[in-house]
């Protein structure tokens, strides 16, 4: 291994440590290694083993897709493989999301990448995307542009500005996690649709504090209500399933039960 690789991959540490807010000292004990040696890493003085670079990526809880930048940059081959989701390696998988997915109904769920692009839906509610416009239904469909976008659901949801934050809050915090690009530029794109939509009233505070941030949008000339919960596979160790999430919809009160009931038994459009 070159010195030149050396350093790079001792950049790259340094970046990530920083970003959680670590001292070398504390990645240091973290890692059961010499603060002395933590520096020469980073530096580039000292050549890191790849047990070494996966033992502190996995301290500084570095994302999979990132530890095999990492390995590259200290000039050693990735070794968490990436497959497409119809692969026949995840077919386990791609079931065990496909039951998830359809124990759902009659409720909406999806299944989104790290850039928050369904790869897997239920097509559960159909009538909660009627009159978006059909760009944004287009491939690859990107659940924040479809939910906030004013040519989207964003003009339906009725605490627009309140789930609007939230989303804004749950990219930052990915972002923090993943130092992904392509989440930076999301996030720009989503606080856009705040500004493009100013007649919004702001948030007013509940009477009791709320312990989740509903979704409320009007589906069929009435409001549903829901709240959403997120699950991810456990110790993954592939990229792909790494990065999926399942985001499911789940109703937050008796009249979003009634609703989605009667909506569900009418015929397919």
């Not at 497409?84 to 999301?97: F, G, H, N, Q």
């Not at 359809?102 to 769920?109: C, D, F, I, Q, T």
């Not at 239920?122 to 924040?144: E, I, T």
């Not at 699950?231 to 919809?249: C, D, I, N, Q, Y």
């Amino acid at each position: 291994m070159s010195m030149t690789a050396s350093a790079a991959v001792g950049d790259h540490l340094r970046e990530w440590r920083l970003r959680r807010r670590m001292s070398q000292l504390d990645l240091a004990c973290e890692a059961e290694v010499s603060s002395r040696h933590l520096s020469f890493v980073e530096t580039g003085r000292s050549q890191p083993s790849r047990d070494m670079i996966l033992r502190l990526a996995e301290r500084l809880e570095v994302p999979m897709r990132e530890r095999n930048v990492l390995l590259v940059a200290g000039g050693y081959a990735p070794v968490f493989p990436e497959r497409s989701l119809d692969a026949p390696e995840l077919a386990a998988a791609k079931a065990a999301l496909d039951i998830l997915l359809e124990g759902m109904k009659p409720y909406p769920a999806f299944a989104v990448d790290r850039h928050w692009n369904i790869v897997a839906s239920n097509s559960a509610l159909p009538q909660l995307y009627d009159g978006v416009d059909p760009v944004l239904m287009a491939r690859p469909v990107n659940a924040l542009r479809l939910s906030l976008h004013p040519k989207g659901l964003g003009p339906r949801i009725v605490n627009f500005a309140e789930w609007h934050a939230h989303v804004v809050d749950r990219l930052r915090h990915q972002i923090d996690l993943t130092a992904d690009a392509a989440l930076i530029e999301l996030l720009d794109e989503v606080r856009s649709y705040g500004r493009a939509q100013p007649g919004r009233p702001r948030p007013t505070p509940a009477a009791a504090p709320q312990m989740i941030v509903p979704f409320r949008v009007r589906v069929g000339g009435e409001v549903a209500s829901f709240f959403t919960t997120t699950m991810v596979f456990g110790t993954p160790v592939e990229v792909t399933l790494s990065e999926l999430a399942l985001e499911s919809f789940f109703p937050a009160d008796t009249e979003t039960v009634a609703l989605v009931k009667r909506l569900s038994a009418l015929p397919a459009a």
